[in-house]
């Protein structure tokens, strides 16, 4: 016989022994009400088939009848915010898997000037102009604002006079031309003594000026020869990235310049190669769009490396995830049918357990919530001020939720480990992201449409759209920290270089392998190719709902690395590329893809659409036509996003 019952609130109610089958119709109750007064001693007893339903009873006060009660629903949810009162429903439950971010990030010194100025206004002759400044060196730093000492005196000082700018000569600005403005700084804190600088406006009317610079590196074969014109290899990373063979210009003249004599390299203190020493030379270059030569310091990166740079890049430190401020990775279970009265929750995770109580939040009649909640994977123990953090139990993947003293669990949760974002570029020169001409921001970006909430301006007050705790992100992969996450995570995600050969009829590649770092040498030497084999020996008994190598030739399974990989990883899905790519492309369709997964779609449906630029080498031209982002592994079953 069907039951049913009218609302009690958020509850339905059905006074036992109470025939509701009438006139071949369900029949109203009339001793029903609609909201809780009235009502007292709601119990929960068991759950229903669906599980997202509370069984029970409840007292109607005015003739102590009991009467069975339907309570729904009861879920899990994640705060948009943290103190919002907003929440998003949650499928499974995410596990927060601490780490310090130490080595996991990029680190880079310049040692040259970096030098921007704003103007207040444009320059003008009649009035006492203002300007701000910020000047870095490895002298020193400063950031402030210069005023003209008197109207049209092109001279610039701070308050204290610790910082001069002399315009040289005086001119004025305006919005319709793009200006160069020639200074003299002075500034004895920072070794500066009348030094003449160029500086270029972004654009027309930006009123913004910087003086140019590049992250150089110069790359000899050998040590120079006598008597015949040599070739050196130069690679400059600034507004854009190029890689660049130049020849001598004659004989020992240590001028060098390019194939289409638009850049011009000059050596002016080369004496030969010192074995066993790390040697330094002086470096002008020029070209049509620098309003001067620029000069350059370039040291050598070690010892009879031949590789020449004006920057050092080293491992660095990553911020790290803070529950306690951001509430990343923090749940609630929310419990309909309640309010007003407190509700006792136990989560419980083999012999593992935690007991917390619901109460209705501050001016919330509808529901009762529990504090907040964290899953920490098995072997770590983390504690966080006001969260509640269980342990989940080696070899288990499910969380039971017991209510009110019941004895079979109300609901039994399907747990989401984070995901795994990161980036092995071989060569010293691919150290900093933007070497490869991917965006800096990329893993940020990820890791807010992943499992972070974001913390910018721009993304203020959004929650991570597929639900997960936040992404272990490492821009320096090692071997080693490979192996370390192996076994902690649900998604992987790598941006790397992929060994992929290329056929002899060019129509397809031998895909080898992606490789990561092999300590911190010098070009090849830091390659290490990843094998199926060592992921598998480091991976333990955990599996990957999605595998991404954001590679060349990542899918590509000619030579079957691809299965291989796929079957290593346990990978429900594998996605990835099957020719050779253009990185800084193809990291923009990685969040492309990632943010298709939201809204419950499958992998299938959000590879759909997306592709890269195809890299064909430079012997062609460099760039091919776009390529699509293949499903070589399809689990249509596994729905990424945690948050339906």
């Not at 921001?441 to 974001?454: S, V």
């Amino acid at each position: 016989m069907p039951v049913v019952g009218r609302k009690l609130s958020n509850a339905l109610v059905i006074p036992l022994g109470t025939a509701i089958w009438r006139n071949g119709r369900i029949t109203p109750l009339a001793e029903l009400c609609d909201n809780l007064a009235g009502w007292t001693n709601i119990f929960a007893n068991h759950v229903s088939p669906k599980r997202d339903l509370l069984l029970g009873t409840a007292t109607k006060t005015s003739d102590q009848t009991i009467h069975s009660v339907l309570l729904v629903p009861f879920e899990f949810v994640t705060e948009t915010e943290k103190g919002s009162g907003q929440y998003q429903k949650l499928g499974s439950l995410p596990i927060f898997v601490p780490n310090d971010g130490t080595g996991r990030g990029l680190t880079k010194s310049a040692n040259y000037d970096i030098f921007s100025i704003k103007l207040t206004e444009n320059l003008n002759a009649t009035v006492v102009n203002t300007i701000e400044v910020n000047y870095q060196s490895p002298s020193g730093n400063f950031t402030g604002t210069l005023t003209e000492t008197s109207v049209n005196s092109g001279v610039f000082q701070n308050a204290g006079g610790a910082f001069i700018m002399a315009l040289n000569p005086p001119v004025t600005t305006s919005d319709t031309t793009q200006e160069t403005l020639r200074v003299l700084v002075t500034a004895s804190g920072l070794g500066l003594n009348n030094s003449p600088m160029a500086l270029l406006e972004t654009w027309a009317a930006s009123k913004e000026f910087v003086k140019p610079q590049m992250d150089v590196e110069l790359i000899l074969t050998a040590a120079l020869a006598s008597g015949q014109p040599d070739t050196v290899n130069l690679r400059l990373q600034g507004e854009g990235s190029y890689d660049l063979t130049l020849t001598e210009t004659g004989n020992d003249t240590r001028v060098f310049k390019t194939a289409d004599n638009l850049l011009t390299l000059s050596l002016s203190n080369y004496n030969g190669l010192n074995s066993g020493a790390a040697d330094i030379l002086e470096m002008t270059y020029s070209t049509a769009s620098l309003p001067d030569p620029v000069t350059y310091q370039l040291v050598e990166r070690s010892a009879d490396s031949k590789i020449f740079a004006n920057f050092t890049v080293g491992q660095g430190n990553r911020p790290v995830a803070d529950p306690v401020e951001s509430h990343d990775g923090v749940f609630y279970l929310k419990l309909s049918g309640f309010a007003g009265q407190t509700v006792p929750v136990k989560l419980k995770s083999g012999a593992n357990e935690i007991t917390v109580q619901a109460t209705a939040p501050q001016g919330v009649t509808d529901y009762v919530m529990t504090p907040p909640l964290m899953l920490a994977r098995a072997g770590s123990s983390p504690s966080y001020s006001g969260i509640n953090v269980l342990q989940l139990a080696e070899g288990v993947s499910d969380v039971q939720t017991f209510l009110m003293g019941m004895t079979s669990p109300a609901m039994a949760s399907k747990t989401r480990l984070p995901a795994f974002l990161g980036m092995a570029l071989s060569g010293v020169a691919h150290l900093d992201l933007s070497a490869s001409g991917v965006p800096s921001e990329h893993f940020d970006r990820l890791d807010h449409i992943i499992g972070r909430k974001a913390t910018s301006w721009f993304f203020w007050s959004t929650p991570p759209k597929l639900g997960y705790s936040p992404s272990t992100v490492d821009e320096a992969v090692s071997i080693s920290s490979l192996q370390d996450a192996l076994p902690n995570h649900s998604i992987f995600y790598l941006v790397a270089h992929g060994r992929a050969q290329p056929t002899i009829d060019d129509q397809n590649v031998d895909f080898e392998g992606f490789v990561v770092w092999n300590g911190w040498t010098v070009f090849a030497s830091c390659d290490h190719l990843v094998t199926a084999t060592e992921i598998d020996s480091h991976i333990g008994d955990n599996e990957y709902n999605l595998v991404f190598p954001n590679a060349c030739g990542g899918a590509n399974d000619s030579s079957g690395i691809a299965t291989a990989y796929a079957n290593a990883f346990r990978a429900k899905n594998y996605v990835g590329w099957q020719f050779p790519v253009v990185l800084s492309d193809a990291a923009g369709s990685a969040e492309q893809f990632f943010n298709a997964l939201d809204g419950g779609n499958t992998v299938a449906q959000a590879v759909d659409n997306i592709t890269a630029t195809q890299y064909i080498g430079p012997m062609m031209g460099g760039l091919g036509n776009k390529i699509p982002l293949t499903l070589f592994r399809d689990d249509p079953s596994i729905i990424i996003d945690i948050t339906p």
